[in-house]
């Protein structure tokens, strides 16, 4: 990834970081069972973490499947809120979208 601008100075931080930072900081959120790709046809080796450079801030996408018995809205509100925080913390990159995909929930034990 190019350079990234944080709140007072210019780093290069690389994509693989900044997905690792997401991955992180959304499988510590209650209700998330693990991180699972929405793969397709026309995407079939998409990770479960995408980070695009907007410029100066980044977009990420997190794919994720949620515990059984736990409400997929609320679990993704968290998560993104956690994404965000975490990758500002931790980076001090802006995050300006996150966006959450729940591709499914773990199966009744």
Sequence with gaps: MDNVKSADRTLN?????????????????KG??????????KNPTAAPV???????AISVKVSLI??????????AKEVQAAV?????????VTAVHVNVAVVGMEPEA
């Design 13 to 29: 931080i690389s994509e693989e970081v900044l997905c690792q930072v997401a991955a992180l900081a959304a499988q510590d959120v």
């Design 32 to 41: 998330v069972a693990s991180l699972q790709s929405s793969r397709s046809v």
């Design 50 to 56: 995408q980070v695009q450079n907007l410029g100066g």
């Design 66 to 75: 949620v515990d059984n018995g736990a409400q997929a809205m609320p679990v």
């Design 84 to 92: 965000k925080q975490g990758i500002q913390d931790m980076t001090g």
